[in-house]
T-cell receptor, first 113, second 117 residues
Framework: TQLLEQSPQFLSIQEGENLTVYCNSS?????LQWYRQEPGEGPVLLVT?????EVKKLKRLTFQFGDARKDRSLHITAAQPGDTGLYLC?????????????FGKGTLLTVNP | DTGVSQDPRHKITKRGQNVTFRCDPI?????LYWYRQTLGQGPEFLTY????????KSRLLSDRFSAERPKGSFSTLEIQRTEQGDSAMYLC???????????????FGNGTRLTVT
């Protein structure tokens, strides 16, 4: 069974601070996706990273995929209250099972004004 | 793109009753998924359709659960003889087929929250 461990589980910070959340696994996934979920809504895709060592930037968000394609992180610069939500990492299987995503438990981020 | 829609948004039922949820995916998406999410957890995979064919069903899905996608468009998820442990958010998602083995990004609906009393 492929598992994804996210840390920290909860994070409460003040507006303007920087933060990093981590998502690690003992297995290799064909790709890694990050989603953000607000209360009462479904997860919304933020980014997909495929290549080991890949770094993608999305405004104040920086996503990094480790060289071994097992560890990954999400860094947010100058957090804003609108960044509040549950951040989920998900890994896709390889080959014929690449449709199947395994999710971590998520990091619940609260950004206080 | 009207997004993935799910109905109902909330369902409260008594233990032992049957419930059915509906999902309408994005129209051009041939892949449809059901996930279940409980408080403090990420979504857990339940089942997957490619067009009308159900290609995988998780061991989490007991015999009381059945899902259909009869014409390769909308899907239904039925739970028979509900139990309190079935209380959760049931999420539907759809995607297109992605080549290259990178995995298809999922477009989720806003879920059906089931409460079994």
């Amino acid at each position: 069974t492929q598992l994804l461990e996210q840390s920290p589980q909860f994070l409460s910070i003040q507006e303007g601070e920087n933060l990093t959340v981590y998502c690690n696994s003992s297995s290799v996934f064909s790709s890694l996706q990050w989603y953000r979920q607000e209360p009462g809504e479904g997860p919304v895709l933020l980014v997909t990273v495929v290549t080991g060592g890949e770094v993608k930037k999305l405004k104040r968000l920086t996503f990094q995929f480790g060289d071994a394609r097992k560890d990954r992180s999400l860094h947010i610069t100058a957090a804003q209250p609108g960044d509040t939500g549950l951040y989920l990492c998900a890994g896709a299987g390889s080959g014929g099972s690449n449709y199947k995503l395994t999710f971590g438990k998520g990091t619940l981020l609260t950004v206080n004004p | 793109d009207t997004g993935v829609s799910q109905d109902p948004r909330h369902k409260i039922t008594k233990r032992g009753q049957n419930v059915t949820f509906r999902c309408d995916p994005i129209s051009e998406h041939n892949r449809l998924y059901w996930y279940r999410q409980t408080l403090g957890q990420g979504p857990e995979f339940l089942t997957y359709f490619q067009n009308e064919a159900q290609l995988e069903k998780s061991r989490l899905l007991s015999d009381r659960f059945s899902a259909e996608r009869p014409k390769g468009s909308f899907s239904t998820l039925e739970i028979q003889r509900t139990e309190q442990g079935d209380s959760a958010m049931y999420l539907c998602a759809s995607s297109t087929h992605e080549t290259g083995g990178a995995g298809s990004p999922l477009h989720f609906g806003n879920g059906t929250r089931l409460t079994v009393t």
